[in-house]
C-alpha cells in the first residue's frame, strides 16, 4: 500500500496527458481543414520574428502597463513550472524535493526564484482582475465579450491565483516541517517569499502540518494538470500557438494584396492578342469557388490564427471603423472564425466527416455589414502582439460576395461599372474628361 500514492498520481498524470494530447489532435485536424498556402520562405526571418514576437514579447510593450503585467506573469508562469519535473519525478518515485541533494546550494537559489516569481505573478494577475473587472476598460466590455469569453478570461485569473497561493502555501508548510526536523522533510530549499505565510500554519501540530502540505501537493499539481486540458477550451491555447503563429506570419508589405490567381489570368488571356478567346479553360484553372463563405474556404494560417488569438482586444480598438461606431470588431471576426471551426469540428468527432449542417461563417456567424465596414487600413494586423491578420479572412469573404454572389454594396457595384465601361471610377465617358478645362 505504500506505492498507492504513487499509482494514484502515475494514473493522474498519464490520463491528463492523453486527454491534452487528443485535444491537441483536435486543434491540429481542425487547422488542417484550411486550404493549402505556402509559408516556407525567408525562414531566417520567420525564425527571427518567432523568437522576438513570440518569445520576447516585443509587441506586448507597445502598450506598457499590461505588457509588463504580462512579461511577468509569462515569465513567472514558464519558470515556476520548471519545477514541475521535480513535482513529477517525486510523485512517481514517492521521494521529496529529489533534485535537492545534487543541487547544492543552486537549489536554494532557484526555489527563491520560483517564490520571487509567483509573488510577482500574483500582484500582476490580481492587477489584471482589477483592470478588466473593476476599471472595466473599454476593450474588454464590447458586445463581443459577454457570456463565455467575458467569464474565460476571468477563470484563467482565478486558476492563477490559486496555483500560486497554493505553491507558496506548499513551500511555508514544508519549511515548518523542516524547521520541526521532520525526517521526511530534510532541509532543502530558501522560502523569502513562503515565510511569511508560515506563521498562518505554526499552531497547527506536525500530523496536521502534514497533511496540510500533502493537500496542498496534490492541489497544486492536479491544478496545473486541469489548467493544462482546459487550454483547448480557452484563449489561452495562444500559449502553445503564439510560436507558430508568429513563424508563418504573413511577411509581405501590410499593404501588399495578393491578386486572385484565376482572375489574374484571365485578365493576361484578354491581353494576349494571339490567345482563342473561344478556347475551353482548362479544368484546374477555375476554382470550385472564389473567396470564403465558410472555414473549410480559408487557409490553415487563417484558421490557426483564429485559435490563436488571445481576445486582448487591441486590434478592435486600433479599428477606425469600430471607433466611428460601426458593426465591425475584428477580435470578433477571428473569434467567430474559431467558433464556427470548432462547430465543424464537433460535427466531424460526432459523424465521422463533415456533413452540411445548414450553416456557414458568412451570414450565420459574421454579417455582410461587418465586412464591409472595413476600410482595409490594416490597424488590426498592424497591433496584433502575436502577429493575427484579420483582415485576410474580411477580404476573401468579401471577394466571395462580389465574385460569387454580386452583393457588394451600390457603391462599389456602380464603381466597378464605370471603371468597366469608362476605364475610371467616374460616371463620364473618357471622351469627355477635359470638358472641365474647356468650360473653365
Known amino acids: 500500500m505504500a506505492f498507492l500514492p504513487n499509482i494514484i498520481f502515475a494514473i ?23 486550404k493549402s498556402i505556402d509559408r516556407s520562405d525567408q525562414s531566417s526571418k520567420r525564425w527571427s520574428n518567432m523568437f522576438r514576437i513570440a518569445l520576447g514579447q516585443s509587441k506586448m510593450v507597445n502598450r ?25 519525478l517525486d510523485g512517481l518515485l514517492g521521494t521529496h524535493r529529489i533534485f ?4 547544492g546550494k543552486a537549489y536554494n537559489v532557484l526555489i527563491a526564484t520560483f517564490e520571487i516569481l509567483a509573488a510577482l505573478v500574483l500582484v500582476s494577475v490580481i492587477l489584471f482582475w482589477l483592470r478588466r473587472n473593476i476599471l472595466k476598460i473599454k476593450r474588454f466590455w464590447k458586445a463581443e465579450m459577454k457570456g463565455w469569453p467575458k467569464n474565460d478570461a476571468n477563470y484563467i485569473l482565478y486558476f492563477e491565483i490559486v496555483l500560486m497561493t497554493l505553491f507558496l502555501s506548499m513551500n511555508a508548510t ?6 520541526i526536523g521532520d525526517p521526511d522533510y530534510p532541509q532543502a530549499g530558501m522560502f523569502p517569499v513562503s515565510q511569511f505565510l508560515a506563521p498562518l500554519f505554526s499552531s497547527f501540530s506536525v500530523t496536521s502540518l502534514v497533511l496540510f502540505e ?16 482546459y487550454l483547448y477550451y480557452s ?4 500559449i502553445l500557438l503564439a510560436f507558430p503563429n508568429t513563424y508563418f506570419q504573413n511577411l509581405n508589405p501590410k499593404g501588399a494584396f495578393k491578386n486572385n490567381e484565376t482572375v489574374t489570368k484571365e485578365v493576361k488571356l484578354m491581353l494576349d492578342p494571339a490567345a482563342d478567346p473561344y478556347a475551353a479553360p482548362a479544368e484546374d484553372s477555375v476554382p470550385e469557388k472564389f473567396g470564403a463563405s465558410d472555414v473549410t474556404d480559408l487557409n490553415w494560417v487563417q484558421l490557426m490564427n483564429a485559435y490563436t488569438c488571445t481576445e486582448c482586444g487591441r486590434c478592435t480598438d486600433e479599428c477606425p471603423a469600430n471607433q466611428t461606431g460601426k458593426l465591425l470588431s475584428p477580435r470578433k471576426i477571428m473569434m467567430d472564425t474559431r467558433d464556427r471551426l470548432e462547430e465543424v469540428g464537433n460535427n466531424i468527432n460526432n459523424k465521422g466527416k463533415h456533413q452540411a449542417d445548414g450553416k456557414q461563417l458568412l451570414d450565420d456567424y459574421i454579417t455582410k ?10 490597424a488590426c494586423v498592424e497591433t496584433c502582439p ?7 479572412i474580411i477580404m476573401d469573404m468579401r471577394q466571395y460576395l462580389v465574385m460569387e454572389q454580386s452583393a457588394a454594396p451600390s457603391d462599389l457595384n456602380n464603381m466597378m461599372t464605370n471603371i468597366e465601361n469608362n476605364g475610371a471610377p467616374w460616371p463620364f465617358n473618357n471622351q469627355d474628361r477635359m470638358l472641365w478645362a474647356i468650360e473653365n
Request: proline residues 3%; aromatic residues 14%.
Open 174 to 179: 514544508d519549511l515548518l516541517l523542516q524547521q
Open 64 to 88: 506598457p502597463i499590461a505588457g509588463i503585467l504580462h512579461i511577468i506573469v509569462y515569465i513567472g508562469f514558464i519558470v515556476i513550472n520548471i519545477e514541475l519535473i521535480e513535482i513529477v
Open 235 to 238: 484563449k489561452h491555447l495562444h
Open 386 to 392: 502575436i502577429g493575427i491578420d484579420p483582415l485576410s
Open 12 to 34: 493522474i498524470l498519464f490520463s491528463a496527458l492523453y486527454f491534452f494530447r487528443r485535444n491537441i489532435f483536435y486543434v491540429k485536424r481542425n487547422i488542417q481543414l484550411g
Open 369 to 378: 455589414e461587418e465586412l464591409w465596414a472595413c476600410t482595409s487600413c490594416n
Open 100 to 103: 535537492a541533494p545534487f543541487m
Open 214 to 229: 500533502r493537500s496542498f501537493w496534490w492541489l497544486h499539481i492536479s491544478g496545473i494538470l486541469i489548467f493544462l486540458n
